[in-house]
C-alpha cells in the first residue's frame, strides 16, 4: 500500500516565478492537509482540503498561495511570484476521513529553494 | 488556541540507557495527541497517538508515551535507546472543539542523539 506520494522532491525557482508542489493521498483518503517547515522550526499548518473543497486555509498566507484537491488527480499547493521567504520544506497528510480521531500520514515533502 | 512545548532542543542518550523527550500541551478543549519522528530529508513518520482510555500508550519501534492531564504533559518514552532512534521527534495536539478545526499543531521538535 503506497503512502503519501509528493512531487517534486526538490524544487528550485528564481524570484517571481510560481512552483507548483503535488500531492497523492493515500489510498482510500479523501482529506488532505499542508504544512510547512521552516529551517529548524517545526510544522506549520496551512490548508485542510476534501476533495473540491477547501474546509480549512487559516493557515494559509493571504496572498500568493492557494490550494485545491480536484475531483480527479492529486492535490496542488501553488505559490506564486515566489520570494525567499517561501523557502522552505512543504509536507502533505492525508487521512481517511476528517474524524478527529483520524491519524494524519506524512509524504516526504517538497523542498523548495527560491534563489 | 492549542500550542506544543518541547522543552528540549536536544537529548542526548547512551545506547541502551532510558530514552525520554518531554512535551507539554495547551488546549481549550479535550486534547488528541500525537508523536511523529523525523529522519534527515524525510518526512515525519507515526509513532503513537493518545485518544481516550489508558494513559500509557505504546506504539511503533518499542516507543510509549503517557498522558498526564493534571499536568498536561504527553511525554515519550523507550526503555532501552538504540543508535538507530537518533532523528528529530515531534510532539503535536489536535485540540477537538469545533473552532480549532482538524489541524495538528506541533512543537517545535527536540533532536535525539544516541551514543553507541
Known amino acids: 500500500n503506497a503512502g503519501v506520494m509528493q512531487n517534486p522532491r526538490h524544487l528550485v525557482r528564481r524570484r517571481g516565478q510560481e512552483a507548483r508542489l503535488r500531492c497523492s493521498p493515500m489510498?482510500?483518503?479523501?482529506?488532505v492537509y499542508w504544512y510547512r517547515q521552516l529551517p529548524e522550526e517545526g510544522l506549520k499548518f496551512m490548508v485542510y482540503?476534501?476533495?473540491?473543497?477547501?474546509?480549512?486555509e487559516s493557515g494559509m498566507p493571504k496572498e500568493r498561495f492557494s490550494a485545491e484537491f480536484p475531483k480527479e488527480g492529486p492535490s496542488i499547493l501553488r505559490i506564486q511570484q515566489v520570494v525567499r521567504g517561501d523557502s522552505a520544506a512543504y509536507f502533505c497528510?492525508?487521512?481517511?476521513?476528517?474524524?478527529?480521531?483520524?491519524?494524519?500520514?506524512f509524504g516526504p515533502g517538497t523542498r523548495l529553494t527560491v534563489l | 488556541a492549542q500550542s506544543v512545548a518541547q522543552p528540549e532542543d536536544q537529548v542526548n542518550v547512551a545506547e541502551g540507557n532510558p530514552l525520554t523527550v518531554k512535551c507539554t500541551y495547551s488546549?481549550?478543549?479535550?486534547?488528541?495527541l500525537f508523536w511523529y519522528v523525523q529522519y534527515p530529508n524525510r518526512g515525519l513518520q507515526f509513532l503513537l497517538k493518545?485518544?481516550?482510555?489508558?494513559?500509557l500508550v505504546k506504539g511503533s519501534y518499542g516507543f510509549e508515551a503517557e498522558f498526564n492531564k493534571s499536568q498536561t504533559s504527553f511525554h515519550l518514552k523507550k526503555p532501552s535507546a538504540l543508535v538507530s532512534d537518533s532523528a528529530l521527534y515531534f510532539c503535536?495536539?489536535?485540540?477537538?472543539?469545533?473552532?480549532?478545526?482538524?489541524?495538528?499543531?506541533f512543537g517545535g521538535g527536540t533532536r535525539v542523539l544516541v551514543k553507541p
Open positions: 482540503l476534501q476533495k473540491e473543497n477547501i474546509i480549512d
Open positions: 489510498k482510500g483518503h479523501s482529506h
Open positions: 503535536a495536539v489536535r485540540d477537538i472543539t469545533k473552532a480549532a478545526g482538524n489541524k495538528l499543531t
Open positions: 497528510a492525508s487521512s481517511p476521513a476528517g474524524a478527529y480521531t483520524d491519524t494524519q500520514y
Open positions: 493518545y485518544i481516550t482510555g489508558d494513559n
Open positions: 488546549v481549550s478543549g479535550n486534547p488528541y
